[in-house]
């Protein structure tokens, strides 16, 4: 048997990738997936954590999170269009207009 | 009587209202008639009240209760007693006569409202002061005719000199008020009232007393004396404080007259007579008091030696006559000190006031070395100073006479500290003699040495001057007197008249020692008049041989021992140096300031600073609560355990 | 407590500040109708605080005209009013003073009109508000609001550096005030759930939390006094403010702080008091002659007589805590005079600086013969400043002298140097500005109108009236002042203060 | 295997998000055969009236322990709706002047105060969640609303992008939680963590919540999104973004941490109070360095979380009720000087405001109210705001975090009074203020400046 | 070893380092295929947790729905610039180091980390019931609030794409 914490170890191990993903790359779409990372790695340690504690609430948290991420991405992704369409870039340099 | 007494302040007040209010407008070239008769009327009063006086009666009563705060009561109230009797007397009857002149000297000045109801509400200071009860009222006084004193000096305010010295007159008063109220406080402090009744009944208890201060105990009544002291040495112009009195002569001269020669400047002596109780309780206090005194006249008279300007030399003669006086309580003879006041108030006064027709006629010029033979044209002016001189010079017979030698011999009979003060006196008398006869004979005597146009313009001064002078010389005369001591057949009715307020001095030496001592003053003053007829009639060329020969010390006392410029370099431009550079533009400016300033600009830069941190890039805001979580998970791990 | 029959205090209040809004309904073209408005207001709360005067019981220490009404009961605040002898004085004061605030301002205040009398009359309702609160939290509010229409007259109508001075003014009094916020709401918890004056000066708190509180409070009250060393705001404010706003900073504002000090400070925090007075009276004596001295140096009008406040303000803080009954009532008596002579002082400069536009002494000169009026009364007023006997600054000093030195002779020597100086720099501005050769740029100015003899007017009787007959002042405080000694018992403290605190050093 | 067909689940205490989202739903339809935008704002001001209405009505729990309505709640709903309300007010031109701004905007209004409503009355950290989102992504839109705007997609894609990453350490913090207890329910978190001693992986999972709801309540180091984003959205948008979710965010921090954190109360008020002062430091001291009247309203919006973070760090019931009494006067004030930036054309730079007295007193006077009132200058509902979190404060004993709270309000005070200074001043750069009056955002102006006056001076209507 | 442990292994390998690569490389066409297999992998992960259905919405949603949907929109943008353009920001290593230090505390409380409290959905229970079943019973029960505001979110999603993605005629 695989213990959890094997499985929290993968999990945070992918969490941390997509936050550093998020933090260095330039590109939004990446950046974007650097999260779906981050939320899947969360998903991964929900569902050990239900299958460890035998309760199935981690995995329905996880059914929402996967529905949350599909509109948080059609959301997105539709800033980006429209943002695209006036900048006609997705590097995060071009989008500092507003600083300080 | 109580109330009538109200009269002697208030009627030259109310005159005093009168004037300054409708003066400008309505009264204007008849101010004098208002002014004059405020001080007439307190003249008349004040002779009624002497009346009263010498039929036994002395008066000591509150008007109204003017502070109260816990136990610290202050009331306005009224001493008449004999000492107070004479001030009245000297205090109305010379400015009666001041006004009288004035009428004359101040006629056509713009002025004219101003100066009288100036005049009059310095009457009313100083009639205030001396009729006072308690301390506070007499400080009260005291402040108001420096004042007087302020606004008539720097009467014409155009001249930067006058304001210049009005404003010195005041502020070096204040140094001796500064002690003055130290004392005034410190009596109440320890004997629980400021009233002369109370202080005088308990300041015994005090005997013995010390406090301590930064770590000495001092002698309390010995402090309160010489703090109540330093109001008298500001007010009275002695030494260190005597450097505004000569300045003060760019005022009126009626001004020097009244105020800094006959009344005002008197009101230390006046002060510290009247607080003999307290003053015999101390002995180095009573030193320091006889000491200053001698000192001041020699170093008044020495000056005056070599001055040129006619009013300044009287103002030296002043300052020296002052410390006479000073010299007279110091040793005990309280009532010689008086004594001298009273004639000194008229002979000085004459002094000035004949000073004050010499420039009426001069057209407003003091320089003596200028003037010369004007004997013939101004004979009333002549004899009357002549007579002023003489009394000054202690000649028997005169008034100035019988009070200076009350004070020498009274000097004489005091002890060690006495012998000394008498042997300066004495030398003092010599001076007195030499520099008063030195204008006598330069200014009245020879040829005229002025202008053309001055000596076309020469003329006798008109009767509303002419007649105070001639009634001032008689007081010059004779107004010694009434003092005449029991060795030349007198019996001194004054000293006795003074004797319940101020005692009685003690004389252990013999009568033949008493004329000795006389005979000395009397020789020495003539010698005085002699050297002067000599250098400036006979042989004119001799003082300025002296002059060059001796130029070093000629110098010092030309420049009058530098103690101006000493004064301007210690107080006033280091104060200015302290203001400007250091506290304006140190203290405040830098450091307080720079924090106050400083704080908000190194804020803002701050600000500026973390602004840039918000550099609108995505990943730097990423970076950043990656960071804070790092941060803040990393203390609570550390903090909480 | 005399409760009142008839709300006397909370009109004195409400009559400004209704007023201000109904003024700020004035169109605003009708410039005049605005001004005689404010006129009329001003005019009509003075006459009712002068009933104040008349109607007050001088032989009681108690609270007189109290009107109390809860207001928010989840923190026990109420709206609770009321005077007695310490305050009742100063109340007459601001009213009296926004009265010839109003008159000064007649012509010299162009733009903006409106607003600027608005603010004057809102000004006015706080001030009053702040004498009259028994309620900390009230207090609290009144003492802030004033900030906001002061900063406004500072910084809109002032002059050229204005802005600068209304901020640093603003935030100098603000950071001082939230400290004070703290101190009155932990003087809240441990004082058992009330901010109600009386209640709390009943307790005696712990030694450690009464020194907490007590700087919490100094910080405030000490900023608008303003003590040495947070007394910069004050040359600026005064500097820059319009004539009436200088007038109502040196006159009532800064009283303030003082009066902190009295009605709070003291009695809430007796012990604290009684070891922190040498601190204090070391700080004010600083004061006095460091203000005394800068002053020596300027070359300004407005900001010479600000720095005279700041030297002034050091008497009434030293006499205050000298902590007995000469220093205290010099300490409140001086407060009003300094009101009135620095008010007057400033009301002065105003009546000339709108006819030249210039602060700097040296471009006047000889004024004594250009406007013979004028001088003489800024005479009178120069004289009052530097304590001439007769006039109100006398008796204030030197019942503050006997006070201060009563309690430490030392710092009473010292303080007492401050006559000199004080004599020095305004007999020195006084000359610079009035005597000497007529300065040809002043040559041709007009002396003073009635408008402007009747604004002063008023002050130069109560210069003499003071200085004449202080009982009539000192009666009001006398029962008041005994209740503030009673509860510090220092009554018949003789101990040298400092040497104490030498000692406590060692 | 029967299925059991379950109880329909008690709504009463739902009514209130139920009257919310079926408003949301209708308008979404309505939206396009309806042109008359204020007859839409008006449904929507309706639908917030309504709500508060029924809210004392509807307290309960439902949906299986899942959702709560107690006065907590509802209090903080009241704040969602008087939120609503006035965004709704000052939207009501604004929208119509900035075009294009699409019809949706009304129903992503209604549905982001759903959002917040369902926040403020979880009972179930999914429940929590999904409100969150609900309310982000609403808002997401809102603030890219202006589609063609690029400072508008901007915002939106930083808010977007940011939030996201937020959330998913929420999720994480989340199911760490889950892990340690088994459930999701906060009190039965509570309950079972009071079992538990504290250890590393409660600590970790509770400062990830932690920072999550830091970035919704825009508290540093978590704040860098909102000024961006305040400048970028449209003005009413901000206006709602710097009440709204700050207040949910406040809501579900005291439901959160109040609550299922109770036992390892000492690490959480650590890291708040952490937060607390960095907030209030950068809050302040960056505002002062800020030319746009936006962005310095976000700075000061940020500086105010740090304030209302003090009551959450006192953690006692009266700190609670003072945060939502702060909350509340400050949703008066902040709206009510957006409201004055819409109403002004050109109001976004500070140096706009110059001279504003002069050809708009009025308006000038209001803002001057408000920017004291920010500050916290009696008598002004700002002064009561802090006083009474000042109070509660120091009662629980955070003296000295209010000592820093009241030093930087200092600070704060010289970049508010630095618009008033420029209003009042100095000349204006232009020739005349131009404003945009309409009758709606004229009542949106009155209804604020009425509150801030009527609550400074009789706050005991609220505390 | 168990063979269940090898396969995790070869999971855990190869789903960190399709992570790395998806973050670091060039191509975002290449990094949401990329993504693809992980998102397969992730899949096969949940089978051994006896999460089937979730496995397979995994499959279906995230990578045949969300995944298609970033081809989509990368497929709609401009290409080329990005392959020129450096992919990482000029501070990354400070973006490594603070996900290093964080993934640092992450795996050290882990590592502490201890199951507590069990619930009653046993694997022999969820066995019996299958997972779909299981979920269904308690996602349409107990969880109904949730699920509806999911679908209030999935509503909004569509609102919001069609209001920011629309293109406006001004």
Partial sequence: MVPLNWYLYLSSVIFVIGVVGFLIRRNLIIMFMSIELMLNAVNISLIAFSHYIQDLKGQIMVFFIITVAAAEAAIGLAILVALFRNKNSINTDDIAIMKG | ?641 | MIQAKFPLLSVLIFVPVVGAILVALISRQRENLIRSATLFITLIVFLISLSLFTSFDKTTRSMQFVEVYEWVPTFGIKYFLGIDGISVLFILLSTLLSVLCVTISWFSITKKVKEFYASLLLIEGAMIGVFCSLDLFLFYIFWEAMLIPMYLLIGVWGGPNRIYAAIKFFLYTLVGSLLMLIGIIVLFLIGGGTFDLLKLMQYNYPYHIQLLLFWAFFTAFAVKVPMFPVHTWLPDAHTEAPTAGSVILAGVLIKMGAYGFLRFSIPLFPDATISMAPVMMILSVIAIVYGGFICLGQTDLKRLIAYSSVSHMGFVTLGIFALNTQGLQGGILQMINHGIVTGALFLCVGVIYDRTHTREMADYGGLATVMPVYSAFFMVFTLASIGLPGTNGFVGEFLILVGGFTASKPLGVIAATGIIIGAAYMLMLYQKVFFVETNEKVANLKDMDKREILTLLPLLILVLWIGVYPNAFLGFMDESVKGVLERIDMQNQSVDLIEKLLEGLK | MIIVPPPFPNLTPFIPELIVLSVAMVLLLLEIWVKNRVFIAGICILTGFAVIYCLNMSIGITFNGMFINDIYSVLFKIIFMVCLILTVLISLNYIDREKPIRGEYYSLLLFATAGMMLMASAKDLMVLYLGLELMALSTYILAGIKTLNIKSNEAAIKYFMLGAFSSAFLLFGISMLYGLTATTDIYLIAERLKDTERSLPLILSMIMIVVAFSFKIAAAPFHMWSPDVYEGAPTSVTAFLSVGPKAAGFAVIGRVFYIAFEGIQPDWTTAFIIISVITMAIGNIVALAQTNIKRMLAYSSIAHAGYILIGIVTSTYESLQAVINYLMIYTFMNIGAFAIVILLDKGEEIQDYNGLSKHRPLVAAIMLLFMFSLVGIPPTAGFIAKFNLFVSAIHGGQIWLVVIAVIFSAVSAFYYLRVVMNMYMKDPLVEEHQIHLSPSLGFAIFITVVMVMVLGLFPSLII | MTTVEYFFIYFAVSMVFLSLLIITVKNPVHSILLMLVLFFHIAGLYLFLNAEFLAAVQVILYAGAILVLFLFVIMMLNLKEELVSHRFIGEWPVGVAIGLSISLFCIFAISHFQIKYEGNMTIEIIKTLTNTKALGKILYTEFLLPFEIASIILLIAIVGAIVLAKKEQS
């Avoid at chain 2, 010029?365 to 202690?394: C, H, N, R």
């Fill in chain 2, 1 to 641: 009587m109580q109330e009538l007494f109200l009269l002697i302040p208030l009627s030259p007040l109310i005159t005093f209202f009168v004037n300054i209010i409708f003066g400008k407008n309505y009264i204007k070239d008849n101010a004098h008639i208002v002014a004059i008769l405020g001080v007439g009327v307190s003249f008349v009063v004040s002779i009624l009240a002497m009346i009263e006086v010498l039929s036994g009666n002395v008066y000591n009563y509150d008007v109204y209760s003017w502070i109260v705060s816990g136990n610290f009561k202050v009331t306005i109230g009224f001493l008449i007693d004999q000492l107070t009797a004479i001030m009245l007397m000297v205090v109305t009857s010379i400015s009666l006569l001041v006004h009288i002149y004035s009428v004359g000297y101040m006629h056509g000045d713009k002025g004219y409202y101003r100066f009288f109801s100036y005049l009059n509400l310095f009457t009313f200071s100083m009639l205030m002061l001396v009729l006072s009860n308690n301390l506070l009222q007499l400080y009260l006084g005291w402040e108001a005719v420096g004042l007087c004193s302020y606004f008539l000096i720097g009467y014409w305010y155009e001249k930067k000199t006058a304001a210049d010295a009005g404003k010195k007159a005041f502020i070096v008063n204040r140094f001796g008020d500064f002690g003055f109220g130290l004392g005034v406080i410190l009596i109440f402090l320890y004997i629980g009232s400021i009233h002369y009744s109370d202080i005088f009944a308990n300041v015994g208890g005090l005997k013995g007393h010390t406090i301590y201060i930064l770590g000495y105990n001092v002698d309390l009544i010995t402090l309160i004396a010489l703090l109540l002291f330093c109001g008298a040495v500001g007010k009275s112009a002695q030494i260190p404080l005597h450097v505004w009195l000569p300045d003060a002569m760019e005022g009126p001269t009626p001004v020097s007259a009244l105020i800094h020669a006959a009344t005002m400047v008197t009101a230390g002596v006046f002060m510290v007579a009247r607080f003999n109780p307290l003053f015999n309780l101390s002995e180095i206090a009573m030193m320091v008091v006889a000491l200053t005194g001698a000192i001041t006249s020699l170093f008044a008279a020495t000056i005056a030696l070599v001055q040129n300007d006619i009013k300044r030399i009287i103002a030296y003669s002043t300052v020296s006559q002052l410390g006479y006086m000073f010299l007279a309580c110091g040793v005990g003879a309280y009532g010689a000190g008086i004594f001298h006041l009273y004639t000194h108030a008229y002979f000085k006064a004459l002094l000035f006031l004949g000073a004050g027709s010499v420039m009426h006629a001069m057209a407003g010029e003091l320089d003596i070395q200028k003037m010369g033979g004007l004997k013939k044209y101004m004979p009333v002016t002549y004899w009357t100073f002549l007579i002023a001189s003489l009394s000054i010079a202690g000649i028997p017979g005169l008034a100035g006479f019988f009070s200076k030698d009350e004070i020498l011999w009274l000097a004489y009979n005091a002890g060690p500290v006495g012998k000394v003060v008498w042997l300066i006196g004495t030398v003092v008398a010599g001076l007195t003699a030499f520099y008063s006869f030195r204008i006598v004979f330069l200014a009245f005597h020879g040829n005229f040495r002025g202008t053309h146009e001055q000596e076309h313009h020469l003329h006798e001064s008109p009767p509303s001057m002419t007649v105070p002078l001639i009634i001032l010389a008689i007081g010059a005369l004779a107004a010694g007197w009434v003092g005449i001591p029991s060795v030349l057949g007198g019996h001194n009715q004054i000293g006795h008249f003074l004797e319940p307020v101020l005692g009685h001095p003690n004389v252990s030496a013999s009568h033949s020692e008493e004329i000795k001592v006389m005979a000395i003053s009397v020789a020495i003053a003539s010698l005085g008049i002699f050297i002067s007829w000599f250098f400036y009639v006979k042989k004119p060329i001799i003082p300025r041989l002296l002059a060059r020969w001796f130029n070093n010390i000629y110098k010092i006392l030309w420049n009058k021992y530098y103690v101006d410029e000493l004064y301007e370099y210690i107080f006033v431009k280091s104060s200015f140096l302290l203001s400007r550079a250091f506290l304006i533009g140190f203290t405040d400016m830098k450091v307080i300031e720079g924090i106050v300033n400083g704080i908000p600009k190194a804020i803002g830069r701050f600000g500026g600073f973390l602004s840039k941190l918000q550099t609108g890039q995505l990943q730097h805001y990423g970076i950043g609560m990656a960071l804070g979580l790092f941060i803040v998970y990393t203390i609570v791990l550390i903090l909480t355990k």
